[in-house]
């Protein structure tokens, strides 16, 4: 897993740099479970008993490394392929659903027209004496486009949140 | 006919704009401050702006006056108005208050680093700007005209000259709480007389409602002449004229007119007994092909081809909304994407509300006030209803409110277009600070007031409809495609523009002098967004497969900013990793 030239690298340090201080929390919380032996040694100097080890890094967490071990925000941030790939994933959902809703919409606006043109009959139907044309354009329409909003802000908050939980999950969150 | 209740209602909304935009200029100090009130607007209160500014003369007189003279088919535009904010919802809210830009010419630049497409742009906002204009400025006009009898150009030059000075002094600073409270003073103005007016006209004969019948007279009805008029009979009619009718002195004489057209003298009355035909002015006669409950709209004299101008029109209206060059300023008062997308959605829940009135109010017309089919002008029908069905003190107050909303509707909504204007010259044409910003305003203002002088034979309806045909065309493919798809480079982007936006100009000037008035040639002419918006954004795609070398630099970076979510935007910030503009 390369980043790319450009930033990658200036971020992730700058990253580290920032949040030094606040890297505690969920750094501790995700890797209490591994590398607990080992820290109630110190700070965990790896290596103690001179065999090769794997490095396990505990309280002074690289912030950009950790990023590096799971896709998630550090590649967003570091427009690495992966990183490319989430945005891509999201902007696709995001496409899809607006697509859908918008088809939906037109479905039921632009096909009146037609029904009308197609079925003469259906313009002489009245409801309670006024002509359906009056009943459906004036009123009965808007709160079919509110629904299609209403559903459509919904599922894009969701699909927000899932893309949030996916990236950045709560539990590697640095200022949870 | 002198009505005093409306001079006051329209002298104290007008007041009261200027009162608030003065207070907004001790606030407004700086061009930020005068292009977008600071960004913090909480979602209920921007929808209610946004709703006011967008609910223009069009909304507030257009679209009645059409239902009534064209037919229902005109209820298209209303419905068109509200769906267009749907798509707005759909496709850009979010994104594009994410990217930040707060002008068309900004997105344009932002989006594609490209200098030339952001004068395209700007040509094309000053156009649409003033295009728009000009129906709010006849809409004054005519307000003006039927309530205090002065001349069309008074309220022309009236309301052009408040709106430059507020517009000069305060920027949008004040116009924000003035057009937030806007909204509610048109929805109560258009709400109040139609319910209360449909309460007093009770339950009746539906008749004039029925399919294919020409409107009659429910009762027997006297019908004064303000000023001479032409007329049409549908059919051959005993009537009781004091005055002079086709030329010939009468005085309470009983006289039978054969169907077809008669000239009615100023100061004429005509007394029709029940179940007569109601006489039609040319103006409001409709195209003979069509009946007046037809679900269609039509084009040109002979109401050619409906299905293809009532697509027109939804096209227009649907994907005109995203491109009006004084919504997208709005949508920067959000704090993030989600805010945005709450604010349209309620959006759309406001103006669904307002579209119910229009609607009642030219039923009852046809119902209740036949004989406003003898106005000159359809676009006068909502401020002459409530007088002709409430004579005496009430009615007075109620075309007093409807007078006060429609000055509403004039000043709100030329306010967001003057400041988009004038804010496209001072920033891109004469590139200055806050003073050239109001010397623009001026020279906008003027300018608009000077076009709207001849404009008046044209319908609300129809010039707005052609205001949103032209961002159709040009604005919409570009922010859409601009928004959804990677490989939109600057030169498609500026072939769109130019082709969707210059065709659909093209074809409303030609329309504007007549050039086509019957068959296809007025369908395609008079309705241009069914061919000019699949042309624009053709144009666009093929252009940019065709020129691939000039994909933006950092469009994934543009992606980022416009569909990440702001959490992790705020965090990405913070890690160090700055997305800022190229």
Partial sequence: MTPPADHGAAAQASAAAKHGATAEHGAAAEHGATAGQDATAGHGTPGENGAPRRKVVVWQHDQARLQHDVIGLGDVQSDTVYGRLLVRSLTRAQLGLSLMCLAIALAVIASLPLIMALLPSARKVTVAGLPLTLVILGAGIFPVLMAVGWFYNRQASQLEARFIDLVDPVGRRLDA | MLNVPAVAAIAAVTLLTVAVGARGVRIARTPDDFLVAAREVPPGLNAAAISGEYLSAASFLGIAGLIVSQGLGALWYSVGYTAGYLVLLLLVAAPLRRFGAYTIPDFAEGRFASRGLRRAT??????????????????????????????????????????????????????????????????????????????????????????????????????????GTEFKLARPTTVRVTGTLDRTRLADQTVHLPAGM????????????????????????????????????????????????????????????????????????????????????????????????????????????????????????????????????????????????????????????????????????????????????????????IAALPVNRFSLGLLVGWAFAIAASSFCPLIVLGIWWRRLTWVGATAGVLVGGGACCCAIVATMFGAATRGWGAALLGQPAVWTVPLAFSVMIVTSLLTRASTPPHVEHMMLRMHLPEGLIRRTYRAGRPYSRA
């Fill in chain 2, 122 to 227: 700007t040509g094309l906002v000053l156009i649409i700007g003033w295009f728009y204009l000009l129906p709010q400025m006849k809409g004054a006009g005519i307000t003006l005209q039927l309530l205090l009898g002065t001349p069309y150009w008074v309220g022309v030059v009236a309301l052009g000259i408040v709106v430059s000075a507020n517009i000069a002094m305060g920027g949008m600073k004040g116009v924000t709480f003035v057009q937030c409270f806007q909204y509610w003073l048109k929805l109560c103005a258009i709400g109040i007389p139609a319910l209360v007016l449909l309460a007093a006209a009770g339950h009746g004969s539906t008749r004039n409602l029925s399919p294919d019948g020409q409107p009659v007279f429910s009762h027997r009805t006297t019908v004064q002449v303000q000023t």
């Fill in chain 2, 262 to 449: 008669h000239t009615a003298a100023s100061g004429a009355a005509m007394v029709f007994a029940a179940g007569s035909p109601v006489p039609a002015s040319l103006s409001m006669i409709q195209p003979a092909s069509t009946t007046w409950d037809s679900p269609f709209l039509t084009a040109g004299t002979d109401g050619a081809h409906p299905l293809l101008a009532t697509y027109g029109v939804i096209i227009a209206t649907l994907f005109g909304a995203l491109g009006l060059p004084h919504i997208l300023v709005r949508f920067y008062t959000n704090p993030d994407g989600g805010a945005a997308r709450r604010t349209t959605l309620i959006v759309v829940v406001l103006l669904s509300t307002f579209y119910l009135f229009p609607a009642v109010l030219a039923v009852l017309t046809r119902l209740r006030a036949p004989e406003l089919y003898l106005s000159k002008d359809p676009d006068s029908v909502v401020l002459a209803l409530p007088s002709l069905l409430m004579p005496g003190r009430p009615g007075e107050l109620l075309g007093a409110l409807v007078a006060a909303g429609a000055f509403a509707a004039f000043l709100s909504t030329s306010s967001g277009l003057l400041v988009s204007v004038a804010g496209a010259l001072s920033h891109d044409v004469m590139r200055g600070g806050v003073g050239t910003f109001r010397l623009c305003a001026i020279i906008a203002g003027t300018i608009a007031t």
